[in-house]
């Protein structure tokens, strides 16, 4: 029950941090620099997703060997069927091997709280680097809520 309110908590507070850090992050680019800042942007998602999965399945892997003295996994291994006496014993080991899968996830998901309040940071007060205000993003582009010429209102 904890786990599956965990990870609901952290798929509503991933969901609600995508979005605004990708809008953020494409605000202060200019117009000719989107198309490679969205294709390296992908490359990097697919990358961490497939690293972040591959570390965390070593992890797990390890929990399970030290959970059985290192005989864990493999064909030769776990992966043969289980009788329904053994069931009872190997389930607090390998729950335990989970959680603590779990939880190295969870420290990945704080660590990664750092950078985010570093990009909320900026974006709230403006790093000075570029010299432009919040929302500008430098191009040709403009603003909606910049006010129209005098000349171009209709009197």
Known sequence: MWLAAI????????????????????????RPA?????AALNVIQRVGGSVG??????????????????????AHGLAVAIPPGARAVLAGPLSHAFATTFWWALGATLLALLPAAVLAWTERFGSGATGRGPGE?????????AAAPPELIDV
């Open 7 to 30: 990870l609901v908590v952290r798929g509503i507070g991933l969901s609600a941090t995508m979005m605004p850090a990708m809008a953020a992050a494409y605000a202060k680019l200019e």
């Open 34 to 38: 989107v198309p490679r800042a969205t």
């Open 53 to 74: 999965t591959a570390v965390l399945a070593v992890v797990l892997e390890h929990q399970i060997k030290d959970a059985f003295g290192g005989h864990g996994g493999g």
């Open 137 to 145: 993003s430098g191009s040709a582009r403009p603003r909606p809520d």
